[in-house]
């Protein structure tokens, strides 16, 4: 079996559970926050580096990799492990998400979807088969089914026509799948903002019987508080024993959020995103380095962190850095966003363990200035 999830503790106060998944390149352990590196990357962070903040898992993007490299150039490399030099596990994304974020570049049919590569403009087409052959190619531990993300807002009719070629592609990918034993492959829950129409996928995607379920159709522009209702409606629909990974997600609150209504695993862009623009997650909130209040600031970005930014170096540096444009901005910011959200769920892990992660909601949202 690819993929084993061990349920390891149900939370008394919330739906949060604490749990390990179980792969052929190491043992991950649950709520994780995944770094995001689309182009067989995280931007800027060498693997030595996402092993010294603890990265457990790293998510690769499907749709990038087919059009550069290739996906049969890193295959030729022995896959996307050897190729990038990161031998703890990998989750790779369908590219549907990609794909149909290409607005007009694209044309759905049931076959599949033809799209113009943001590249080079050249045509090009994916079907569920594609979309796991490509996956197959790049040996990651944990790939996606092909599904398509409805846009928010959408009405029903398009949301359930959209739903019910999910599940039909979803079959399509199951039966595609060559290695099952090495690569556990995810069914993707739809039905947009509509409580029926995702009790319609949840019971059409549970029945194929996958290793693991993501919530997809989420944080595409609707308001926090209806995704914590989608979810909260949603979870308790997906089996108890799979892992439950909600797509795209997130910001702090988010994270704090979702792992309440039972969501196991996160991947999000935010924290190398926001990096490059010179602005950190920390205790107090976010800090956008390139504000003249911080001209001759010799404190460390974050006084409660604990990284290597954040112990060696002031805001004054890191802005001087940020202005001169010097590439050590992105590296410093990036390290310390993304420790502070591995940080985040360490934390949470253990309030789950202590029975105490509606204290710690509380006491982190005072101090990062949420209101909850
Ligand atoms: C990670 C798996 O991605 C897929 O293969 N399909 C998919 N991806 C999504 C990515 C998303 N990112 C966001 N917000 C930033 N929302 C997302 C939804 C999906 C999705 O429904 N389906």
Not at 160 to 186: I, Y
Not at 352 to 357: F, G, M, R, S
Request: proline share 5%.
């Amino acid at each position: 079996m690819a993929i084993k999830y061990e349920l390891i503790k149900e939370c008394k106060q919330t739906g949060a559970r604490l749990g390990k998944i179980h792969t052929p390149h190491g043992t991950i352990e649950t709520p994780i926050f995944m770094p995001v590196g689309t182009q067989a990357t995280v931007k800027s962070m060498t693997p030595e580096e996402l092993k010294e903040i603890e990265s457990q898992i790293i998510l690769s993007n499907t749709y990038h990799l087919y059009l550069r490299p290739g996906h049969d150039l890193v295959e030729k490399a022995g896959g996307l492990h050897k190729f990038m030099n990161w031998d703890r596990p990998i989750l790779t994304d369908s590219g549907g998400f990609q794909v149909f974020s290409l607005g007009d570049l694209r044309k759905i049919s049931e076959e599949g979807v033809e799209f113009r590569s943001h590249i080079d403009g050249s045509k090009h087409f994916i079907s569920p088969e594609k979309a796991i052959e490509i996956q197959n190619s790049l040996g990651s531990d944990i790939i996606m089914a092909f599904d398509e993300c409805a846009p928010y807002p959408a009405d029903r009719e398009y949301v359930k026509n959209s739903l019910e070629r999910t599940t039909r592609w979803a079959k399509r990918c199951k039966k595609a799948h060559k290695n099952t034993d090495t690569q556990g492959l995810f069914g993707i829950i739809q039905g947009g903002i509509y409580k029926d129409m995702r009790e319609q996928s949840a019971k059409e995607i549970t029945e194929l019987d996958f290793p693991g379920y993501a919530v997809g159709g989420l944080s595409v522009g609707e308001p926090k508080p209806l995704m914590y209702e989608v979810l909260e409606y949603t979870t308790p629909l997906m089996p108890k024993n799979k892992p439950r990974y909600l797509m795209g997600v997130g910001s702090p609150d988010c994270l704090i959020e979702g792992v309440i209504r039972g969501i196991d695993m996160f991947d999000c862009v935010l924290p190398t995103r926001i990096a490059r623009n010179g602005t950190a997650m920390t205790s107090q909130g976010r800090v956008t380095i390139k504000q003249a209040r911080f001209y001759d600031d010799f404190t460390p970005l974050d006084p409660e962190c604990d990284c290597y930014t954040c112990r060696n170096y002031t805001k004054a540096y890191l802005r001087h850095l940020f202005k001169a444009n010097e590439i050590l901005s992105a590296r410093l910011f990036s390290y310390h966003n993304l420790y502070f959200l591995l940080k985040l769920m360490k934390n949470i892990r253990e309030a789950i363990k202590n029975d105490n992660l509606l204290d710690y909601r509380k006491e982190f949202f005072e101090k990062y200035g949420y209101e909850l």
